[in-house]
């Protein structure tokens, strides 16, 4: 088992920045690639960004490329999620997710094994 928890989430104003964290214990880390989803009310989730088991390779939905940057340290055990002029569009509750390193980067839900509780980012305009 992993355990998820997620931290840093709050009401910003658009064009502001919010970093979120995700500490998470139980299994080794860096055996898990990592990703961010992220659900808005009244909609499905969806893939935000991904990193692998080592932090080399990154990928990014179109709607925060250039804005979000995804990260982790290993030695912390702890992945994060830089975000960068936000907008309104990005307030939702944002997730992060473990899958087993041997998928890669994957931006497909059900390929994550553990899900942490999420953590509210509202958007004022």
């Known amino acids: 088992q992993v355990q998820l928890v997620e931290s840093g989430g709050g009401l910003v104003q658009a064009g502001g920045s919010l970093r979120l964290s995700c500490a998470a214990s139980?299994?080794?880390?860096?055996?898990?690639?990592m990703g961010w989803f992220r659900q808005a009310p009244g909609k499905e989730r969806e893939f935000v960004a991904a990193?692998?088991?080592?932090?080399?390779?990154?990928y990014y939905a179109d709607s925060v490329k250039g804005r979000f940057t995804i990260s982790r340290d290993n030695a912390r055990n702890t992945a994060y999620l830089q975000m960068n002029s936000l907008k309104p569009e990005d307030t939702a509750v944002y997730y992060c997710?473990?899958?087993?390193?041997?998928?890669?980067?994957?931006?497909?839900?059900?390929?994550?094994?553990?899900w942490g509780q999420g953590t509210q980012v509202t958007v004022s305009s």
């Open positions: 139980g299994r080794t880390f860096s055996n898990y690639a």
């Open positions: 997710a473990a899958a087993p390193a041997a998928w890669g980067i994957t931006t497909v839900e059900k390929e994550y094994d553990y």
């Open positions: 990193i692998s088991w080592r932090g080399i390779r990154t």
